[in-house]
Structure formats: C-alpha cells, structure tokens
C-alpha cells in the first residue's frame, strides 16, 4: 500500500453535473497528477501539480481542472459530466526529484449516467 | 500510432511457468521504463522502475529495456496464482515533473 489516498471511493453522477475528487499525498511527496483510465485502457495523463501550481497538461478540455493546497494534498474537479468520464481516475505523487517516480493511490471510480 | 504499444492479451499460464511481457514504443525521448501491476479495482502498484537501457532484477522479476529497438520487457519466473493481475508498461522522458505515458495493461491469469 502506498500513503497516497483518494476519496470518495466511488460514486455516481448524472450528465451535466459537476464532481470533485479529492486526493492526499504520500508523506514527503510534493507533486501530484491525476489521470483517467477507461475500463481496459491504461492511464491517460490530466494534469500535474507542484507548488500549487499547474505543471504540465494532457489531452483533456479546460472542464476539467484542479487544485494543489499547502500541505500537497490535491483536487481533480469536472464540470459539465459527460457520459465519457465514466472512468477510474487516479492520484498520483512523487517527489520532484529526478530518478523518483509516482505512487499510485486506489482511485476513484466514477459513473455517469 | 499510440506512443507506447502493447498486446492487452489476455494471457493464462500455469503456475511455475515463466511469463514474458513486451511493450514497444514510438518517442526515442523515453528514457525512464516502468512497469506497473494492477489488480482489478485498485490503483496501480510499481513493480520495477529502470533508467536507460539494460537489465534490471528483483526476486522473481526482471525487467529489460533495449531502447535501440524501442522495446521493453518484464519476465515472471516461477509464476503464483498470486501473479493473476493487469500489467502496465509505463515511460517517461524525464525523472522530474513528466507525464507517464501507459500502454494498455495486460491481463495475467496464473493457474494453480
């Protein structure tokens, strides 16, 4: 088990809502991406965060959007649900630090219906 | 073409067998090979974590990474029932702030 933890663990939307996710680094671990993985697909990259700010950005449109607070812990936030986002989204941390690589917590799985 | 290619299988083998997975890729700017596990609903584990080309080796795993012919491979010796997983190969062109970029998971049963 990592110490990178997500919540909620699942949950359910309906089209055109709006959702955040919430995602707690591991302890010493300053950046923080998120990224979405379909079912049977591999991870596709959304964003990063370090210092609180946006560090580097997949192919995903401006509704999707997030947040880094002081303590590294981070927000992945959609507006404007499509049935499309049903998918497991993932944090990520690291130490920004050439040579280390990121720690995966257990996802949130959303629906949207 | 995808940056980063690999057969999503499935793939069953018996227990003890020597399983190899292989995944190619397209960004000779890759210098940083990982190779995830994931079991069904829950996030991705880091297996092995290699820079460059060559050989890397823990217990019953070793990775090997010929960035020549931009390929990548992760061998199980002595498969467990316990092995039974998705498996994702994942690069990056830097150890820093980079983007991991994944293949498409590989699914591994082991039979006992």
């Not at chain 1, 300053?30 to 964003?47: D, E, K």
């Amino acid at each position: 088990e990592t110490g990178v933890t997500q919540s909620p663990t699942h949950l359910i939307k309906t089209r055109g809502q709006q959702v955040t996710l919430r995602c707690s680094s591991q302890s010493g671990h300053n950046t923080v991406s998120w990224y979405q993985q379909a079912l049977g697909q591999g991870p596709q990259f959304i964003f990063q965060y370090y210092r609180e700010e946006e560090n580097g950005r997949g192919n995903f449109p401006p509704r999707f959007s997030g947040l880094q607070f002081p303590n590294y812990s981070s927000e992945l936030n959609v507006n404007a649900l499509e049935l499309d986002d049903s998918a497991l989204y993932l944090c990520a941390s690291k130490k920004r630090e050439v040579g280390d690589t990121q720690y995966f917590g257990p996802g949130t799985r959303l629906t949207v219906l | 073409q995808k940056e980063v290619e690999q057969d999503p299988g499935p793939l069953s083998v018996p227990e003890g067998a020597i399983v190899s997975l292989n995944c190619t890729y397209s960004n000779s700017a890759f210098q940083y090979f990982m190779w995830y596990r994931q079991y069904s609903r829950k996030g991705p584990e880091l297996l092995m974590y290699t820079y460059s080309s060559g050989n890397k080796e823990d217990g019953r795993f070793t990775a090997q990474v010929d960035k020549s012919s931009k390929y990548i491979s992760l061998f199980i010796r002595d498969s467990q029932p316990s092995d039974s997983a998705t498996y994702l190969c994942a690069m990056s062109t830097q150890g820093g702030s980079e983007k991991l970029v994944f293949g498409k998971g590989m699914k591994l049963t082991v039979n006992p």
